[in-house]
């Protein structure tokens, strides 16, 4: 496998392990040079934590990509997730124009939402950009309240495989070509992941820990586009980073003092194992 070089796009939260603190180290060590685009600056995550501070970068991005344009930098996938404005998504776009190889993909992790409802920043008007962004990926990751947000299906906390199907094909609908959808579950001890591509679903369920954790998103998606980068499919990606995932959630469940994020540094062997890089 070649030496690839991906860009990822998304906040930095100094402290609450989300975002570019996960999928830098991820990404790296999953063997890859990892350039990153800071789209905010934050103090800390926004689920929890109160009185966070907010370094909005839309203004400082357009003047990074005419920078490395010039410089002849372009980068063999671009991975997204949280985006600081409604502005930057237009900006992103332009990004994927212009310093994505040709021919190589696209990965957008629409974070936004979880549990029901949109992060406290964001509103309709974001869903709606966020929506054109997720038509020209190649690869979109939502959980299950991010595609309700996306395609206007309705929100159900217990639901069977036909909404699954209905959801997954309003996916489509939008444009995205290969989905990925997180937190599938269809019983109160297991959860999982499904993936659609070319007209096929495939599921993967696997163990679900009863307390919720945050950052769990971000540590999965960048788990994901780890092994998809180093030549696995997208289903084989998708069993990895939901068996990491549970990893580092069992590694975290019981921390009460560790409610704000997993302890996904203390498994990134085992995830460079199952990759086969070690
Ligand atoms: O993707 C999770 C995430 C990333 N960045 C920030 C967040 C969250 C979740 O709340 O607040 C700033």
């Not at 995205?176 to 269809?186: D, E, F, H, I, Q």
């Not at 009863?210 to 540590?219: F, P, S, Y």
Request: glycine share 8%.
């Amino acid at each position: 496998m070649s030496y690839k070089k991906i860009l990822t796009i998304q906040d930095i939260s100094c402290v609450g392990q989300c975002s570019l603190t996960v999928a830098l180290p991820i990404l790296s060590a999953c063997s890859m040079e990892t350039c990153i685009l800071p789209s905010a600056v934050l103090s800390t995550h926004t689920a929890g934590f109160t009185g966070f501070t907010f370094r909005d970068l839309t203004d400082d991005m357009p003047a990074i990509k005419e920078h490395w344009m010039k410089e002849g930098i372009s980068f063999d996938a671009i991975y997204t997730g949280y985006l600081g404005s409604v502005k930057q998504i237009d900006i992103v776009k332009d990004i994927f124009a212009s310093v994505l190889k040709k021919g190589c993909p696209a990965i957008v992790d629409p974070a936004m939402a979880d549990g029901g409802k949109l992060y406290s920043i964001f509103d309709m008007t974001y869903v709606n950009e966020m929506k054109t962004l997720c038509a020209q990926a190649d690869i979109i990751l939502p959980n299950i309240t991010e595609a309700c947000f996306l395609t206007g299906v309705e929100y159900k906390e217990t639901y069977d495989e036909a909404y699954i199907e209905k959801l997954v094909a309003a996916l489509h609908a939008i444009g995205a070509k290969t989905v990925v959808l997180t937190g599938v579950s269809y019983s109160e001890d297991k959860t999982g992941v499904l993936v659609s591509e070319n007209g096929e679903a495939k599921y993967y369920a696997h163990k679900k820990i009863a307390q919720g954790c945050h950052g769990t998103g971000d540590v999965y998606a960048s788990a994901f586009v780890g092994a998809f980068l180093n030549g696995f499919s997208a289903f084989d990606s998708a069993k990895i980073a939901a068996d990491y995932t549970v990893e580092c959630i069992e590694k975290t469940h019981g921390d009460k003092e560790h409610w704000y994020g997993v302890k996904f540094e203390t498994c990134l062997g085992s995830l460079m194992k199952k990759i086969g890089l070690i």
